[in-house]
């Protein structure tokens, strides 16, 4: 069987697009040139690399095996031209994060931060939503780079790869009015003391209740939240105390009055940078990964 590559094109594009009308414009061709290269191609394989799902394309089985090839050979072939003549185009070049929702907002600007210090004008473009929505945006290269508090799961099927970027020991902080009061007797103050909580979607929250029961020690729970800035909002005011990396202390301090009360032993928040990339060589990737290694440490 020879391949033509011609149709390999218009399918990887349809694929990384996720509809043939935005490949259609992307690639200025006519939808139904697209669509009919893309039957050709499955005539030629034997197979359907696409079905349709309310109004999405979705890949079959040996579409996703398929994609996993086109997406090398014509990443290595955009590699090669750039190699060759640079980007000429003048403008900055786009560098799209998905951040998951439950990563604070203070980790996630300072692995970000250095992206825009590689010597390169880049476009910042930074999403938040679910893990498992991000994965699926980062396998269509929708995304760049994904950031999380875990790996990817084994239910999500994407061809991607965890680049784990270090672990941070946890603490609980709390404004210093209510921080004195629990600093005594820690961690046995903390039972019945007024807690901020992160949502069950959170890592941390599964291993904070595990280390509560653990010692036995019941916090009341004033609310639970997904968004970590939010949370310290409450905090700020008074509401509770509240477990944050202890790589963010001096931002705590500084940035929301709250000091650490105490260190809690065996709980620790992780963090990975998850790309399409095994050997990162992204610019801004391999700044990203080497903040998250320094800051994690």
């Known amino acids: 069987m020879d391949l033509n590559y011609h149709h390999l094109r218009y399918f990887w594009a349809v694929a990384r697009d996720g509809s043939v009308v935005r490949a259609s414009e992307r690639l200025h061709v006519a939808m139904p040139t697209i669509s009919g290269q893309i039957k050709q191609l499955e005539r030629s394989l034997g197979g359907a690399l696409f079905r349709r799902v309310g109004r999405q394309l979705e890949m079959?089985?040996?579409?996703r095996h398929i994609y996993g090839y086109?997406?090398?050979?014509?990443n290595l072939g955009d590699d090669l031209v750039n190699s060759l003549q640079g980007d000429g185009s003048g403008r900055p070049v786009p560098?799209?994060?998905?951040?998951?929702?439950?990563?604070?907002k203070l980790i996630a600007y300072r692995l970000i931060q250095p992206a825009l210090t590689i010597g390169q004008e880049i476009e910042l473009v930074v999403y938040e939503d679910e893990p498992d929505r991000l994965l699926a945006n980062l396998a269509i290269h929708r995304l760049d780079l994904v950031i999380s508090d875990a790996p990817i799961p084994p239910h999500v099927n994407v061809r991607a790869y965890n680049h784990e970027l270090g672990r941070s020991a946890v603490g609980i902080f709390a404004i210093p009015k209510l921080a004195r009061q629990l600093k005594r007797q820690f961690p046995a103050s903390l039972d019945g003391a007024p807690?901020?909580?992160p949502t069950e979607k959170s890592v941390m929250?599964?291993?904070l209740e595990r280390w509560?029961?653990?010692?036995?020690?019941?916090?009341?729970?004033?609310?639970?939240?997904?968004?970590?800035?939010?949370?310290?909002?409450?905090?700020?005011?008074?509401h509770g105390c509240f477990a944050a990396p202890l790589a963010v202390t001096d931002h705590l301090r500084d940035q929301h009055n709250a000091v650490l009360i105490g260190e809690i032993n065996d709980v620790t928040d992780r963090y990975y940078a998850i790309s399409v990339e095994r050997r990162i060589k992204h610019p801004a990737v391999a700044a990203v990964c080497d903040e998250g290694r320094r800051l994690l440490r």
């Open 60 to 63: 079959t089985e040996l579409g």
């Open 70 to 74: 086109a997406e090398e050979i014509f």
């Open 95 to 104: 560098f799209t994060i998905g951040i998951a929702n439950v990563v604070p």
């Open 195 to 197: 807690f901020l909580a």
């Open 205 to 207: 929250s599964g291993d």
């Open 212 to 238: 509560f029961e653990t010692h036995g020690i019941k916090p009341r729970v004033i609310g639970r939240f997904e968004n970590s800035a939010l949370l310290k909002v409450f905090a700020g005011q008074g």
